[in-house]
């Protein structure tokens, strides 16, 4: 396994979409691309699957250095109600330009941290967006919690809106790994978070782990996941820590880079955290995430109908994704668009009247194609060029490019198809790769994606 390490452990995208945004055609793309792509799909779906929104709420108390998001740190609560007004006047917008009451599939609130808003100013928030949509039947109401400030209030309204999921930042329970990184939350605050959870009804409940963080060592990782055993959350998420200071500045430039583990201790620190949630009876599904078997994208992986996006692993597919607030990014399957990235930029071009999205990507027939491929990769493992709607001109180029990872038996290339093998899942981005036609045409110069493994 290490010299596999060593071999494809390279820069590589996520792939939470494709293309992926620093392969973005952004000279062609124009905001009112955007709607018209938007409008198109909304009336292809809108009435048989619903939609999705994301919402970025940015703020947070205190720098975690290993974050790799858009967020604002401050201790003034203050800017909660103008920040939401903003979101709710995006909102509005964008019900202007649909052509129907939209029917809201998934809601999840992402950050920064949002229950950095209290209770009273998140209600306000969801309970409008509500009154002017239908829910759709077997939606899903999702957000990201702070075990140190969530708290019962925040949960029994967040409930009492349709919310059912939750998930907790964890990272490792270590104090000198929570200290390096700025996080530190006791055992105790993550039981009682999760405790109160699932005494008020939250019927998921995920706890999000990360693998590669400085002074990570593979006792402290083994303690982690003893302490999660405990709490038995529904889904594990088990995160490669990214680590791009170049790309995120001061926050990730908070410890010296020889703190890291190598390449090889990263991964052994997956492969142990990998058994031992099997162990522990969670199933693999897609990458980076782990679920027990009653949990819903268990199942969704089971039936095929697990999907990905901006959002990441999601039980049920949305043809739009609508993203609220700064930094979020829109996805109309035919097209992206995201908002400006800062606060003040965003807020200015809302209160003008116009949608904050300053740039983007049209996709072209090929990208739709692709996207699909990587798509059935990320979350199924395999994928087929058989059908004419999935037929790839450059099949032949694909297959020799992945010929090397068929020889170390981490995949099967099939005369119109690959599958990729169990010992090759760690590798599945490298696997995607091959596909990305517009990283292929347009190598980058710098190093702008975190590694593989």
């Known amino acids: 396994m290490d010299n596999l390490i060593q071999k494809y452990n390279i820069p590589g995208p996520r792939y939470t979409s494709y293309p992926t945004v620093p392969f973005w055609d952004e000279a062609s793309f124009t905001k009112q691309g955007w709607i018209s792509t938007l409008q198109k799909s909304f009336d292809e779906s809108n009435d048989t699957e619903g939609i999705s929104i994301y919402i970025h709420l940015p703020y947070c108390e205190s720098l975690c250095t290993f974050c790799a998001c858009n967020k604002r740190i401050t201790k003034q609560h203050a800017v909660e109600l103008p920040y939401i007004e903003t979101v709710l006047a995006e909102w509005n917008l964008y019900l202007n330009l649909l052509s129907a009451k939209p029917k809201i599939k998934e809601i999840h609130l992402g950050g920064g941290t949002p229950t950095f808003f209290s209770p009273e100013n998140l209600n306000y928030l969801l309970k409008t967006i509500l009154d002017t949509s239908d829910v759709a039947e077997g ?3 999702s957000l990201e919690g702070h075990p140190n400030n969530t708290n019962r209030e925040h949960l029994q309204v967040l409930f009492d809106l349709g919310f059912r999921r939750i998930s907790y930042g964890v990272q490792d ?32 409940i995920s706890h999000d782990l990360v693998f590669g963080l400085p002074h990570q060592s593979l006792q402290g990782m083994i303690d982690t996941i003893e302490k999660t055993k405990l709490l038995q959350p529904d889904r594990i998420s088990f995160y490669s820590y990214a680590h791009v200071p170049w790309i995120k500045g001061v926050g990730q430039r908070g410890f010296d880079e020889a703190d890291l583990p190598t390449p090889e201790e990263k991964r052994n620190l997956y492969e142990t955290g990998k058994r031992l949630f099997e162990e522990m009876d969670y199933f693999e599904v897609g990458m980076d995430h782990f679920a027990l078997k009653e949990d819903t994208m268990y199942q969704s992986m089971k039936k095929n109908e697990l999907h990905r996006n901006f959002m990441g692993y999601s039980s049920s597919k949305t043809q739009v994704m609508i993203g609220l607030g700064v930094s979020s990014i829109s996805d109309s399957w035919y097209s992206f668009g995201q908002n400006e990235k800062t606060v003040e930029a965003y807020e200015k071009t809302i209160r003008s009247g116009e949608l904050s999205v300053f740039k983007g990507h049209i996709l072209t027939q090929e990208d739709l194609v692709m996207r699909r491929h990587i798509l059935n990769l990320m979350c199924n493992l395999s994928t087929s060029w058989k059908e004419e709607e999935m037929h790839i001109e450059n099949s032949e180029e694909i297959k020799a490019m992945l010929v090397g990872m068929e020889e170390d038996g981490l995949i099967q290339i099939l005369e119109d198809g690959l599958i990729v093998n169990e010992a090759g899942r760690p590798f599945v981005r490298n696997v995607c790769m091959a596909f990305d036609k517009r ?14 493994i």
């Open 439 to 452: 990283m292929i045409v347009n190598q980058p110069e710098t190093r702008i994606f975190s590694m593989t």
């Open 139 to 141: 939606h899903e109401f």
């Open 173 to 204: 329970y270590d104090p000198k790994v929570q200290e390096s990184i700025n996080r530190v939350q006791p055992f105790e605050n993550v039981q009682r978070a999760t405790d109160e959870a699932r005494e008020i009804g939250f019927t998921s």
